[in-house]
């Protein structure tokens, strides 16, 4: 995770970050006119309480708590001091928005991955452990380490709003601030998109460009043919295997077994290694080799997961899961 760090007091004239000129300032909609302390990301400025911050953040707590020499009438805004974040403005109006207005913090309603990740990226740096933890809980529960929990979630959106390159976006930020137990059903997800996207990027609606990071990227195409390979030693394993001993016709569930090969995996290959059980898949064969086909899915299904972040050059699940632990999420 990041190492926390303290945001600073700038005094104009000497070490103040070269990000706006006065004439530039956007004064944000957080403004409390009886605020006693501005914060200013690029040149978008806050007005909020110290206390309010000090309370939510051990960081900005510990920095209060160190006498300030005394700033003269040009270093103030409204009489306040002036703190100087690295952080985009963006980020700091989601965890103001939370913290000021409890804003994007009811855990019933999704919210945008630029939400996560903006409570992700401060909650880490000030120790802000409110937004931090809210989103932990619904990265987590989007991107489970248990393949039980994602088949209770039947693979849909609930915690996160879902939008274009979002797959994308939750592996970057995962692999940006050390969350590895995300990152294997992440990578997972990426692998389903062409080579060439995966390259290039995905246009988000906003038109912007989704792109791995590039270690991310290397991650995925070396191992997309390595999933090929797995699936069939695992989920779809039934496909070449023999059919049920009390089967009596056996050249036809052979063939009908050979049907849904050649359908999902020629000319080209599916990745479908988490796909469910299908029920047509039963129509081409007697109902003893279908329930020892659904078993072997089963299994092979289970098997592919545990093997899933080896795939990507990740630690087992096992140890993944102690980040999770760690985090009391």
Same mark, same amino acid.
């Given at each position: ?13 000497? !070490?103040? =970050? ?5 004439? %530039? ?30 309370? &939510? ?10 006498? #300030? ?17 690295? !952080?985009?403005?963006? !980020? ?21 991955? %630029? ?11 000030? /120790? ?23 088949? +209770?979630?039947?693979?849909?959106? !609930? ?12 592996? &970057? ?26 390259? /290039?990027?995905?246009?988000?609606? +906003? &038109? ?43 050249? +036809? ?5 050979? /049907? ?41 299904? #289970? ?5 899933? =972040? ?17 985090? &009391?999420?």
């Amino acid at each position: 995770m990041s190492t926390p760090s303290q945001p600073e007091v700038n005094r104009k004239g000497t !070490d103040e =970050p070269e990000t706006a000129t006065d004439s %530039s300032i956007v004064r944000s909609e957080i403004w409390f006119h009886d605020g006693n302390i501005v914060l200013q990301a690029g040149r978008t400025q806050f007005k909020i309480y110290q206390g309010l911050l000090s309370a &939510n953040s051990t960081v900005f707590a510990d920095m209060f708590s160190i006498p #300030q020499p005394p700033l003269s009438g040009g270093d103030l805004v409204e009489g306040c001091a002036v703190i100087h974040l690295s !952080d985009s403005a963006v !980020d700091v109006t989601y965890v103001l928005e939370a913290l000021c207005k409890r804003s994007h913090v009811t855990i019933d309603e999704p919210v945008s991955i %630029s939400v996560v990740a903006a409570f992700v990226r401060l909650g880490q740096k000030y /120790q802000i452990d409110a937004v931090l933890s809210e989103a932990l809980k619904r990265l987590y529960n989007e991107f489970p380490v248990e393949l039980k929990n994602l088949d +209770d979630k039947r693979y849909d959106w !609930d915690k996160i709003s879902y939008s274009k390159g979002i797959n994308i976006d939750v592996a &970057n930020l995962a692999r940006e601030q050390n969350l590895l137990s995300v990152l294997p059903y992440a990578l997972h997800l990426c692998c389903y998109v062409r080579s060439d996207v995966t390259m /290039q990027g995905v246009q988000r609606k +906003d &038109n912007t460009i989704a792109k791995l990071a590039p270690i991310n990227e290397r991650a995925v195409l070396a191992a997309s043919h390595s999933i090929l390979l797995l699936q069939s030693s695992t989920t779809f394993s039934w496909l070449t295997a023999d059919g049920s001993d009390e089967c009596d016709t056996h050249q +036809d569930c052979n063939n009908g077994r050979n /049907q849904i090969l050649r359908n999902s995996f020629f000319p080209l290959p599916l990745y479908t290694c988490l796909a469910t059980w299908a029920r047509e898949w039963e129509d081409n064969m007697c109902g003893a080799c279908a329930l020892k086909a659904q078993d072997r899915h089963a299994v092979g299904r #289970q098997k592919y997961w545990d093997e899933l =972040p080896s795939t990507f050059g990740l630690p087992d699940w096992e140890e993944l899961k102690k980040e999770r632990v760690l985090s &009391n999420i």
